[in-house]
């Protein structure tokens, strides 16, 4: 078995491979040659903590597995130790036998960040230029330097609840070289791309703050009641996700679905853009909006390509099990 502990990851994952990673993990969801398993998540009476699994099969890939992990809130205060905290395990598909332990942490933030980024390169217009930001946490700050990587953006600008974490983000563009601008929500609707990643359960994104050619990357609502953008927006536009069946239930199309607005058959897999069998984005006016949802697949292929990695450059820890 091969163990790639925590501290390996950065040195080991970049950003291209964590998107090759999900996109082609996206496909094969799409063309069902992967599929993830029901999500297990339980605040265990201990520390305040969530606690679950999030595990899948991707036949295309190979990749068998799980991610074993959650939220101890007191962690940071007490221990020292970041809030999330997460595993994956791999085994080999063809015995059953535990493959791999790796280090989740690092891994769910590119991993995160990929999706976005894969729905901004089959999604968004090719002649973006604005690129808007709501949110300014730790995820934010991955999302926003693999955005920037997917057109020749000329300007970000930004908006946060908490307008004293904007530097984070700023901070992102200027090691791009990118201007950056916070501006109030009503200007949103100057981006021609928008990512939302923040920990809402009321919506802040209203339908108005969306302009017409946009594609807005949903990534903050994984979790029943959480929301980010106003129902009436998914009605409006061309609605996208990692997995249909955990978009209407935990993403942001629970709300929409919920008051009738849409459809559950109104929500398309991206992975059916990337294999082609979805044409897309149809018109340079048209709202694309994705909704990111975070599967345990995702994590599967990112933990898979890093084990990759890691043998490859003789870092990854070898023991008898
Ligand atoms: P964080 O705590 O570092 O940042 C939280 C962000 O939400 C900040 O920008 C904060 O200002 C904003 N926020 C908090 N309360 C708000 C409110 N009432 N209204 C508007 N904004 C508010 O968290 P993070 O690690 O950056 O995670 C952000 C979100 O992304 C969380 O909801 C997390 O569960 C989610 N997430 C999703 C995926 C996925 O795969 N889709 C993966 C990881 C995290």
Redesign the pocket.
């Known amino acids: 078995m091969l163990i790639v502990p925590e501290r390996e990851i950065a040195n080991l994952m970049t950003r291209e491979a964590a998107f090759d990673a999900v996109e082609g993990v996206f496909a094969a969801m799409a063309s069902k040659d992967a599929y993830n398993f029901p999500v297990i998540r339980e605040a265990i009476g201990h520390e305040d903590a969530l606690y679950g699994f999030k595990g899948g099969f991707d036949r295309a890939g190979m990749a068998l597995g799980l991610k074993a992990g959650g939220y101890w809130p007191n962690n940071m205060e007490k221990h020292g130790h970041i809030n999330?905290q997460s595993t994956v395990f791999l085994f080999d598909p063809d015995t059953g036998m535990v493959r791999a332990m790796v280090g989740g942490n690092l891994l769910?933030?590119l991993r995160?960040a990929a999706?976005s980024s894969v729905s901004i390169k089959h999604l968004a217009r090719e002649d973006a230029k604005v690129m808007g930001m709501v949110?300014?946490?730790?995820?934010?700050t991955f999302q926003l330097r693999a955005a920037l990587e997917q057109r020749d953006f000329e300007k970000v600008i930004g908006w946060?609840?908490?307008p004293e974490?904007l530097p984070n983000i700023e901070k992102v563009a200027a090691e791009a070289g990118v201007p950056f601008e916070p501006v109030p929500l009503e200007r949103m609707v100057e981006a021609d791309v928008v990512i939302s990643?923040?920990?809402?359960?009321?919506p802040?994104i209203m339908a108005e703050h969306i302009g017409a050619g946009t594609h807005i990357a949903c990534?903050?609502?994984?979790?029943k009641g959480?929301q980010e953008v106003e129902a009436s927006l998914l009605a409006r536009a061309t609605v996208f996700t990692d997995e249909v069946a955990q978009s209407v239930s935990i993403g942001e199309a629970q709300h929409a679905v919920g008051e009738g607005l849409i459809a559950e058959s109104d929500v398309h897999q991206l992975g059916a853009v990337i294999n082609g069998t979805h044409a897309g984005r149809a018109s340079a006016s048209e709202i694309t909006l994705f909704d990111?949802?975070?599967v345990g697949l995702?994590d599967l292929a990112v933990a898979a390509s890093v084990v990759d990695l890691a043998v490859k450059s003789g870092v990854a820890i070898e023991v008898d099990f």
């Open positions: 999330h769910t933030a995160t999706a949110g300014a946490g730790h995820q934010a946060n609840y908490h974490m990643i923040t920990s809402t359960f009321a802040t990534m903050g609502t994984d979790t959480k990111g949802t975070g995702q």
